[in-house]
């Protein structure tokens, strides 16, 4: 609180935890000169919280006069110097109760920018400064707004209203002396309580929330980068950190097969891209590596037509075996010299017998990596469900499939982080060739920024 030529200055949180100091302080006759609302604290332009600054003098009980001379002092109700012509009786101006300043106040224009120094009209002429461009308006200012830093304090509990002063009866207002302990009431700064991040939709925003993940999940990652890097970093500066804090927190499954001697299977819901996974990393080795491969389908419905289709243009053997143990003696006879890629009957998360039979075949199997096919187009209830119902299968990793559909990515990122299984591969498009690729953090994180 400073005092300038007679004005007081108070700060607060809004204007009616201010009106009762003024009025208590300067008196119930006190006069509203000016509101402003000013922005203070933070880190690095960021954070910055708003409060309300009032301009209140004392105000002038019935029968003061005002000295209209040239020489006169500036403040009201103080005698000029002696003998210097006639003193000119002036009535006061209207003084304008609490009431009516709160209705005032309360329905004030806009705000005026911050920190902008308050000129007394009735003492310069000076026209006021130009308002200077705000930092919190930049770009990652807008997306990481409303966040609180970790640690801070919580709200300031609300100042009970005071009594009233009385009204002084004959003498003129004089200025009063505040206690020294109540002035870290007004002056203290309160820290914003935190809050939901709401990202914003634009893509050049960084619009997390638009990419699938939730808002908790989105709001650790920003508060983990501001927390480490916001007194290091301002600007577009912050972008490449938060990129590494979201790869950070996306599990890649390390393959436990790299040639032959291994059995590689897919299991999943029927629409998943199971089958098509197959015939994609059955193609991949078969055209771009020397290791010899075969696949193995347990039970397909078709008989393996559609898996044959899909694998002739790459000249792979498939071996349908309706039986569980003749296909666990052609995997085990081919694992010797040859990578085997296992195919298995589309499954229901909540088909309980179905899933147990699954999980006892495949057990016969011996599969070294199994890997759970999620469409990236599930909901993330749905997609929790199957995580849940496919634990009796012993999966290792999920991969995500039709990538290309949605760009809801953030669902299977954030499915990967909470269930602890990997990403293994991702798998896009229609294409057979170059249709699947092994999952990167990287990449995932670069997607979900875009």
């Not at 009431?99 to 002429?125: F, G, I, N």
């Not at 009204?167 to 302990?181: D, G, I």
């Not at 007004?186 to 939901?196: K, T």
Request: with cysteine; hydrophobic share 40%; charged share 25%.
């Amino acid at each position: 609180m400073t005092k300038p030529s007679g004005v007081w200055t108070y700060r607060g949180a809004d204007v009616e935890e201010l009106l009762p100091k003024i009025r208590e302080q300067l008196g119930p006759d006190a006069i509203i000169l000016e509101r402003r609302e000013t922005l203070t604290g933070g880190v690095a332009g960021f954070f910055q919280r708003r409060e309300v600054e009032l301009d209140a003098r004392p105000g002038q009980p019935a029968g003061a006069r005002l000295d209209v001379r040239e020489d006169a002092p500036a403040e009201p109700g103080l005698p000029g110097p002696q003998g210097e012509g006639d003193d000119a009786a002036v009535a006061p101006p209207p003084q304008e109760g609490f009431a009516e300043q709160l209705a005032r106040l309360t329905q004030a224009p806009a705000p005026a920018p911050a920190h902008r120094p308050h000129v007394d009209p009735a003492v310069s002429d000076a026209p006021a400064p130009e308002p200077r461009p705000n930092p919190a308006d930049s770009e990652l200012a807008r997306l990481l707004r409303g966040i609180a830093l970790p640690g801070a304090a919580a709200p300031a509990p609300p100042v009970p209203e005071p009594v009233a002063a009385s009204e002084p009866e004959s003498e003129p207002a004089s200025e009063p002396q505040p206690e020294p302990a109540a002035e870290p009431e007004h002056m203290a700064i309160v820290p914003a309580p935190a809050v939901e991040v709401e990202l914003p939709a634009a893509p050049e925003a960084a619009g997390l929330s638009r990419r699938g993940l939730t808002t908790r999940f989105a709001r650790d990652v920003v508060e983990e980068t501001v927390a480490r890097v916001g007194p290091f970093a301002a600007g577009g500066e912050l972008e490449p950190y938060l990129r590494g804090a979201l790869a950070a927190r996306i599990p890649i499954a390390t393959p436990k097969v790299h040639g032959a001697g291994g059995v590689v299977g897919f299991v999943g819901p029927g629409g998943s891209g199971k089958t098509r996974c197959v015939a994609r990393l059955a193609t991949a080795y078969a055209t771009r590596s020397p290791v010899p491969v075969a696949v193995v389908a347990l039970r397909p419905k078709d008989g393996g037509a559609e898996l044959t289709r899909l694998l002739a243009p790459a000249g792979v053997t498939v071996h349908a075996e309706d039986d569980a143990q003749q296909a666990a003696d052609r995997a085990a006879a081919l694992r010797a010299h040859t990578l085997v890629v296992l195919d298995t009957p589309a499954v229901s998360p909540r088909a309980d017998a179905e899933l147990r039979t699954l999980a006892a075949e495949l057990r016969a199997l011996r599969a070294d990596e199994l890997h759970l096919t999620v469409s990236a187009t599930m909901g993330a209830a749905a997609a929790r469900e199957l995580v849940a119902g496919a634990d009796v299968l012993g999966v290792d990793a999920i991969t995500l499939t039709h990538l290309d559909e949605t760009e809801q990515l953030g669902t299977g990122v954030e499915l990967a982080a909470e269930s602890g299984l990997p990403l293994s591969y991702v798998s896009r498009g229609t294409a057979v060739e170059h249709g699947l690729r092994p999952a990167s953090a990287e990449d995932l994180a670069r997607a979900l920024l875009a």
